[in-house]
């Protein structure tokens, strides 16, 4: 236990109204809903979800030494007497109180990110360069539903200068009662995409889903728009009707307050200047990618508002990388020598398939060398998904991309659109074409592999790992390999 625990229990138990039993510690220093990478002295949150309830691992968890389970009042005949507990009604309900006692007493300045496509690159640049200013705390990984949101609020140290939380949704209404437990003094939206088009009639309903991100905004806070956004217009009335009077845009447009002057995109990192709400700034981001280009105008933007080192917050952006599944590079060792692989097996939609074709598309190459594209299905697109797959076909010729695997039954169409010179093999599932895939890598390839999460692209990934000696590509070095 630290001198200043993350709460202490009488706090917790204040804010959710819980009953005590058992031996209780005086704090906590963590919160955790899962007992498997729980630390010890944590406080345990059983929720009950569809397919698990926490309270068949409450033993697990203090096994492990939880310092406390938070859990409901109808289960706890069913727990140990001497069991350190907080009870509450409803756990989720609990964890969402303790979320708004934890937004309440908070200092920090509020970020919150949302949109169809680089939410969470986005959120961990902005833990970048507020973290360069001063103590910042941002969401973990994608936890930006209505259970992430909740628990990385609640986990917010009074201590915190600033705060960052990614915000998404599957269907209307979602976000709402979201940004209105994280009241945040600036929201980010990145861009407008036709995702979740299987829950939408129109990608102007996705336009205004996202747009009730502005329903939480805290009076005299601000909205960060993409200007150069087809929706841009529609965001912008959006946040005036919330009663927002501060509207910052970003991009290439002539009158976007956060406006990029200049790039240039290497293999392994992006140079940029940019005027930034009238400060020029000079700067390097340490990943590759335009798409990290622009939405570094928000955070920069977002950094200025919130009253951030701008120089500071600018230099930090070299540290940038991407995250796990989303563009991380590694150097595996095939016949021959080296070749390069690209994992973005995270997420897919047409508009990040085409930022990756572009990233694939400038990769430098070996002797020899090809660039290779391994596609997975973009779920949840609706009745237009065999169509928006059949489109990629022009992307893919325009960055020169040689070979092209596909799985999925929407990946379908894009393989029958692709002409016969860049068809490397299609299969029903990842899965069956795994061994195709391992099989055709040769020394010098540059090979990308790209789905959404649940076309189980990652699998691939997995496989040439482990059939392959691995290192990081340090410094984006290309693969390299003098092939007789």
């Known amino acids: 236990m630290t001198a200043s625990p993350l709460w202490t229990v009488d706090d917790m138990a204040a804010a959710m109204r819980a009953e005590r039993s058992g031996a209780l510690p005086a704090g906590v220093d963590g ?48 727990l140990p007497a001497d069991a350190p507990l907080l009870i509450v009604p409803d756990v989720l309900e609990a964890l969402g109180e303790l979320a708004r006692a934890a937004r309440a007493r908070s200092p920090a300045q509020i970020v919150a990110v949302t949109g169809s496509v680089g939410k969470t690159s986005t959120k961990e640049a902005l833990l970048l360069a507020l973290g360069a200013d001063g103590e910042t705390h941002a969401s973990t990984a994608s936890f930006n539903n209505y259970l992430g949101v909740p628990l990385s609020l609640a986990r917010l140290p009074v201590t915190a200068r600033y705060g960052v939380f990614e915000i998404g949704m599957n269907h209307a209404g979602e976000i709402t009662p979201l940004t209105k437990l994280v009241r945040p003094h600036v929201a980010i939206i990145t861009a407008i995409a036709p995702v979740h088009l299987e829950f939408f009639d129109s990608v102007e309903g996705i336009a205004d889903a996202k747009a009730e991100i502005f329903l939480g905004v805290e009076p005299g806070g601000a909205a960060i728009l993409n200007r150069d956004d087809a ?83 600018a230099l930090a952006l070299a540290h940038q990388n991407p995250a796990p599944g989303r563009g991380t590079r590694t150097m595996i060792e095939v016949k021959g020598g080296p070749a390069l692989l690209i994992d973005e097996s995270y997420n897919a939609n047409p508009n990040s398939m085409r930022a990756a074709f572009a990233l694939l598309g400038q990769s430098p190459l070996g002797t020899r060398g090809r660039r290779i594209a391994v596609l997975g299905d973009m779920l949840e697109l609706g009745p237009t998904g065999a169509d928006l797959h059949r489109e990629l076909a022009v992307p893919i010729g325009e960055h020169d991309i040689d070979l092209v695997f596909c799985a999925g039954p929407l990946m379908a169409a894009l393989w029958e659109a692709l002409p016969a010179n860049r068809r490397g093999a299609y299969a029903a599932t990842a899965e069956e074409l795994e061994a195709e895939v391992t099989g055709a890598i040769c020394a010098g390839d540059v090979v990308m592999v790209k789905g959404s999460l649940g076309s189980r692209t990652g699998t691939i990934v997995k496989s040439l790992l482990q059939r392959y000696a691995s290192r990081p590509a340090s410094d984006g070095v290309p693969a390299r390999a003098a092939l007789p």
């Open 31 to 78: 919160l955790s809903i899962d007992s498997r990478t729980l630390a010890p002295g944590d406080a345990f949150f059983a929720i009950s979800g569809e397919k698990n309830d926490g309270h068949d691992f409450v033993a697990a968890a203090l096994g492990k030494g939880a310092g406390l389970a938070v859990v409901a009042d109808a289960k706890r005949p069913l």
């Open 231 to 313: 929706y841009f217009g529609r965001l912008k009335r959006r946040a005036t009707q919330a009663g927002i009077d501060r509207i910052v845009s970003f991009g290439e447009h002539a009158r976007a307050q956060a406006r990029l002057i200049k790039a240039v995109l290497h293999p392994d990192a992006s140079t940029v200047e940019a005027a930034i709400l009238g400060a020029t700034v000079d700067y390097r981001i340490g990943a590759p990618g335009q798409h990290l280009v622009f939405n570094s105008l928000a955070v920069l933007a977002a950094a200025s508002l919130v009253g951030a080192d701008l120089a500071l917050a």
